[in-house]
């Protein structure tokens, strides 16, 4: 089990907007705004799209988007575009000076 | 450009040890903390251990599942980072990822397989 609560999957149409929730405790999430956002396509190399809560990294598309609100954090993907499709992991350091990690959304094209 | 590259996987029997390295080039690596990640099959990422950069001492945090068996540490001279898994269980099969950072990560390897099986 995983220490972040992440939907299992979530699809949308191209164009519409997704959002992926990202639920931890006060001793994680809610704790400071360490929360970073990766994509991971199979096989591949993750890649960050959000960091700090809500700071893109260049070269990443501003249809990716980051927020928080207490001990939950979001991702919402705009525009939907089918090269979107992969998994996507949030993460937040914890007061215990570990790392934590949300079990993967998949994301799907429809 | 920052390349990561991670050897020294392969196939090993439950109980035995294997050391994992991951090369950096591309940027100065002893300025930057350095992490492990797993994916074991079917399953999502999993954080596995970080090391600090000199200034902060190079001290090391590990997950409850490795503490104990597996040991981080790093070469600055040689821009590498490893990973000293001991006492090796069936559960620690997965792919093994090294990435830059401490708590968020700009840059990963493309993943080094361990597979832990008699």
């Known amino acids: 089990q995983s220490a972040l609560t992440q939907p299992a999957s979530v699809s949308g149409s191209p164009g519409q907007s997704i959002t992926i929730s990202c639920t931890g405790t006060s001793s994680d999430v809610g704790s400071h705004n360490l929360v970073s956002w990766y994509q991971h396509h199979p096989g591949k190399a993750p890649k960050v799209m959000i960091y700090e809560g809500s700071k893109r990294p260049s070269g990443v598309s501003n249809r990716f988007s980051g927020s928080k609100s207490g001990n939950t954090a979001s991702l919402t993907i705009s525009g939907l575009q089918a090269e979107d499709e992969a998994d996507y992991y949030c993460s937040s350091y914890a007061v215990s000076s570990t790392l934590v990690f949300g079990g993967g959304t998949k994301v799907t094209v429809l | 450009e920052v390349q990561l590259v991670e050897s020294g996987g392969g196939l090993v029997k439950p109980g035995q040890s294997l050391r994992l390295s991951c090369t950096a080039s591309?940027?100065?690596?002893?300025?930057?903390?350095m992490s492990w990640f797993r994916q074991a099959p079917g399953k999502g990422l999993e954080w596995v251990s970080f090391?600090?950069?000199?200034?902060?001492?190079?001290?090391?945090e590990y997950a409850a599942s490795v503490k104990g068996r597996f040991t981080i540490s790093r070469d600055d001279s040689k821009s590498v980072a490893y990973l000293q898994m001991n006492s090796l269980k069936a559960e620690d099969t997965a792919v093994y990822y090294c990435?830059?950072?401490?708590?968020?990560?700009?840059?990963w390897g493309q993943g080094n397989l361990v597979t832990v099986s008699s």
């Open positions: 591309g940027f100065s690596f002893g300025d930057y903390a």
């Open positions: 090391i600090r950069h000199r200034t902060y001492g190079g001290t090391t």
């Open positions: 990435a830059r950072g401490s708590y968020q990560f700009d840059y």
